[in-house]
């Protein structure tokens, strides 16, 4: 082109003409970066696909045939919409075999993991950063108890376990790192010479351990007082604690049994377990001095915190009450929120039910362990709760050496050695000790060390209350130091690894109370139905008599007269069978009142949950007859009890600023409902955080603010007293009641501000509330594109804590839910196809897989989906089928 002509380009189109020279330049620059953009669009793709790969390599077939080694007949395994398995077998072993194979299908990164927490062997899968966990979890010894049970076993029962154990390792003979679940994968990445062992009924029993762990009630209230007496010294302390941990409201609140059933006695079975309930379990071993970080914060990351929310509700309503004539069971366990949730659903069925193959069960189960944990047969359906009875105590021990105390004598501390292995570090050699009641704790937490440091203990009592005294005050106190030990059930070999199947195979309610009677940890509230029209209630456990003590405070170790007695005789236990009522409620409140012979517990749940379902229940059955839809809307009721009491003590409370004021109106004309896009609920519980915190742990002596219905029942009797000096508060500059409600105001106001920001109109407490579920393991990696691979959320969720919906969050640690509703369902005993279930997640724990949180959202909404149970039904709903064959 030639100069006019460029010229001529330039004015017809506005482009300054470039020189040849530069043209080329551009055009090679431009060649140079298509290139370059191809190649990492190639190798974005190649990571993409790789990605991809990686991930499905591990999605379990769901279709077709496989031959598996160890299989006797043809097993189908029937997969519904939601990936729900139903297997069905001709006899009980390949039932547990095909039920070990499908969990290991779903879930075997999650059962890998849980044996290593209950074996105390995690840090040979992410190295010394698990040491300190590893030795306190060794020191309690589980995965050593487990052995023992599986050794105490039927030889049916043991069977069962050995069955599902080889389906487990038949599942991974075949398959290695990524090809399990993509964990591994990135395990490898860390800790590339790891292998998984093959699975072992031991395995299967020691998560019971982990569950009773997850489910305690106790043992930090315990220790809060404890620590909480040391610092406000004997004088005061008693006073104090009387109020900060006031008795259970049985005048507001409802008791489970208020009248104790007459029932037949059971009749003698063969039972495996220990030999009778008066047996004393040998003492376990406790840690030599070894500093570690809290006993129960280590533990709690790896096995659920028992925080705020942990508990249950259950009920059943007998078909006087019920549209149909028959009765309707409800139950959501609250436990600590996890990815993948806790529970895994599937049925169980013998082609003919006999009784060599006795099972024809469906419900929730626990990957790793055989059998329905919670659900119904073809008969029976029920139920479970937390008991929230006191079965573990501290003990002050005094130590002499190598020597402890006890009734006047020098007794040989118990000692044996660990070996903790450690991926990419040295051995450790663990020394584990223990007196007669158990491990010794001290030494391994700040908690327990500042126990013995400076302990005060219960050997007193006033007006039937555990008295708090200087220890040096107990008579015959001997010399030596001071130590802390755990006397709690969980340590004791047991017999709940039988108790399932007892249930499962339940035919009535002699069945069902037998089946109870062997299920002692954790300890639960059990509620029944049957197809008869009958519904029950029974008090299971090892529930300890105790001696001098009531275990509300640590006791003194040296005086055998603070041991536990025995165990309350099952016979003597509450039970409920045909209520007049109608109904049962269990709510972890108490169980029986203060007329009952032995003494169960201090520390129940208040119960404001158990007045709640007993009010609607009792209200909508006056109006009509109920039906499963009035169940679950009842699990998911969103009233908070106190937002109504707050209403009543803001109802004169100026605030200075107006739009302080027009937070305060909005909880005046609030109906208590914690609704999820409630503005009011949002700015009640941050008011309800604010004032606990301005009341007791903003001070010289900090106080406890762990238990909302705790503090409800604290701050209900305070409004009652005005006078009170703990309404005066320098530290935040309230002078009286008034004074700290308006300071309150104003800071609950701005820090939902600094939230949700100034216009109230976008103010909702499901925001604030939102879960976001976080892988156990990788989910809190702090490496954000790992973390990104396998959490999901946040998800807006309604309820709160001391809620019927009880989505529980911590105070002073942020709204966001910490523990759920792991689970709903409502059995319907009129027709089991009728009956509805949800959970948190999904089936699958693989990540990317369309079951790994496909029923969250539903959850979150509080809605429940039918799932089929009668064979015909099944196999109409089935989107997948997969027959297993003997190989041959």
């Not at 590893?134 to 030889?155: C, K, N, P, Q």
């Not at 508990?311 to 959501?332: F, I, K, Q, Y």
């Not at 008295?467 to 107990?474: I, R």
């Not at 108490?590 to 517990?601: G, M, P």
Request: charged share 20%; net charge negative.
């Amino acid at each position: 082109m030639t100069s006019d002509s460029a010229a001529l380009v330039s004015s017809l189109t506005g482009e300054v003409p470039v020189p040849s020279s530069r043209r080329g330049l551009w055009g090679k620059l431009g060649k140079t970066l298509f290139v370059v953009l191809a190649i990492l669009v190639a190798v974005a793709v190649a990571v993409a696909l790789f990605l991809v790969w990686t991930v499905q390599r591990s999605f379990p077939q769901t279709d077709g045939e496989l031959h598996l080694s160890g299989l006797d007949g043809r097993v189908t395994v029937e997969r519904d919409d939601r990936g729900i398995p139903t297997v069905t077998a001709t006899t009980a072993h390949d039932l547990f075999f095909t039920q070990g194979f499908v969990h290991a299908q779903d879930r075997f990164w999650e059962m890998d993991f849980r044996r290593h927490v209950t074996s105390a062997r995690v840090s040979e899968l992410f190295g010394e950063s698990q040491v300190g966990t590893d030795s306190f979890l060794r020191t309690l010894g589980w995965h050593r108890i487990a052995e023992e049970e599986v050794e105490l076993l039927s030889e049916t029962d043991r069977s069962y376990y050995e069955a599902y154990a080889a389906g487990v390792n038949s599942y991974l003979a075949d398959r290695s790192g990524a090809e399990l679940s993509l964990e591994y994968a990135v395990l490898g990445l860390q800790n590339p010479d790891y292998e998984p062992e093959p699975w072992t009924p031991a395995d299967s029993v020691a998560w019971l351990k982990a569950m009773a762990w997850d489910l305690r009630t106790n043992i930090e209230a315990e220790t809060d007082r404890a620590l909480l007496a040391s610092e406000l010294g004997a004088d005061a302390a008693l006073d104090a604690l009387e109020e900060l941990y006031p008795a259970y409201p049985f005048e507001r609140n409802p008791v489970i049994v208020p009248t104790i059933s007459s029932v037949p006695a059971l009749e003698t079975r063969t039972a495996s377990g220990p030999a009778s309930d008066d047996e004393t379990a040998a003492a376990l071993a406790g840690i030599e001095w070894r500093e570690a970080s809290s006993v129960i914060e280590a533990a709690s990351l790896l096995l659920g915190d028992a925080g705020e929310g942990i508990g249950s509700n259950s009920w059943v309503v007998g078909g006087s009450l019920t549209e149909t004539g028959m009765p309707l069971l409800a139950n959501d366990p609250h436990l600590g929120a996890s990815l993948p949730s806790v529970w895994h659903q599937m049925q169980l069925r013998c082609t003919i039910v006999s009784e060599a193959c006795p099972f024809d069960v469906g419900g929730f189960t626990f990957s790793g362990i055989p059998g329905v944990i919670i659900g119904h047969n073809n008969t029976v359906a029920w139920g479970f709760t937390n008991l929230t009875t006191d079965v573990a105590d501290l003990y002050i021990e005094k130590i002499d050496g190598d020597s402890y105390w006890y009734d006047g004598e020098l007794l040989p501390l118990e000692e044996h050695t660990e070996t903790i292995r450690v991926a990419g570090g040295d051995d450790i050699e663990l020394t584990v000790r223990s007196t007669v009641h158990g491990p010794i704790i001290s030494g391994l937490t700040g908690d327990f060390t500042a126990i013995a440091e400076d302990p005060y203990v219960g050997p007193a009592t006033r007006s039937g209350t555990s008295a708090v005294l200087p220890l040096t005050d107990a008579p015959e106190t001997p010399e030596g130091a001071f130590a802390v030990s755990l006397r709690w059930t969980a340590l004791d070999a047991g017999t709940t690894a039988s108790a399932i199947f007892a249930l499962n195979t339940a035919e009535d309610f002699d069945d069902f109370r037998y089946a109870a009677s062997l299920f002692d940890v954790p300890a639960q509230n059990l509620i029944y139905a049957d197809t008869e029209g009958n519904i029950g209630y029974q008090t299971p456990g090892r529930l300890p008599i105790r001696g001098a003590g009531d275990g509300w405070l640590p006791q003194p170790g040296w005086d055998s007269a603070y041991d536990w007695q025995g165990f309350i005789p099952f016979e003597s236990l509450p039970v409920v069978y045909n209520p007049t009522s109608g109904y049962i409620v269990t709510a972890n409140n108490a169980i029986v009142d203060t007329s009952y012979r032995y003494f169960l517990s201090r520390d129940w749940d208040y119960g404001y949950r158990a007045g709640r379902i007993a009010h609607m229940i009792e209200r909508r059955a006056a109006i009509a007859p109920l039906t499963a839809q009035d169940m679950r809307e009842i699990q998911a009721d969103n009233e908070m009890w106190f937002g109504k009491r707050l209403a009543l003590a803001l109802g004169e409370t100026s605030a200075e600023r107006p739009e302080v004021q027009e937070a305060i109106e909005l909880v005046r004309a609030w109906d208590a409902q914690n609704n999820a896009d409630s503005d009011a609920a949002a700015y009640a519980n941050v008011f309800f955080s604010r004032l606990a915190q301005n009341l007791f742990s903003e001070r010289d002596v900090p106080l406890p603010v762990t238990g909302h219905a705790r503090l409800y029942t604290v701050i209900d009797e305070l409004f009652d007293d005005p006078e009170n000096p703990l309404w005066a508060n320098a530290a935040v500059g309230a002078t009286d009641l008034d004074s700290m409600l308006a300071v309150t105001a104003e800071q609950a106001y701005d820090e939902l501000v600094s939230l949700q920001g100034p216009t109230m109109s976008r103010w909702n407490w499901g925001g604030l509330h939102a879960i976001t579920l976080t892988h156990d393991t990788f989910g809190t990696s702090g490496i954000a594109p790992i973390e990104a691979l396998f959490n999901r959320g946040p998800y807006a969720v309604g309820g709160g804590a001391s809620v019927v919906n009880a989505t529980g969050w911590e105070i002073g640690d942020g709204y966001a839910t910490t523990t759920v509703p792991s689970m709903r369902m409502v059995i319907d005993l009129d027709d089991f196809d009728a009956s509805t279930w949800n959970h948190l997640t999904g089936t699958s724990g693989h990540a990317f897989h369309e079951h790994y949180t496909d029923q969250t959202d539903a959850w979150s909404r509080g809605e429940q989906q039918p799932w089929v149970f009668s064979p015909r039904a099944v196999t109409q709903s089935a989107v997948d089928t997969l027959v297993l064959l003997p190989a041959p």
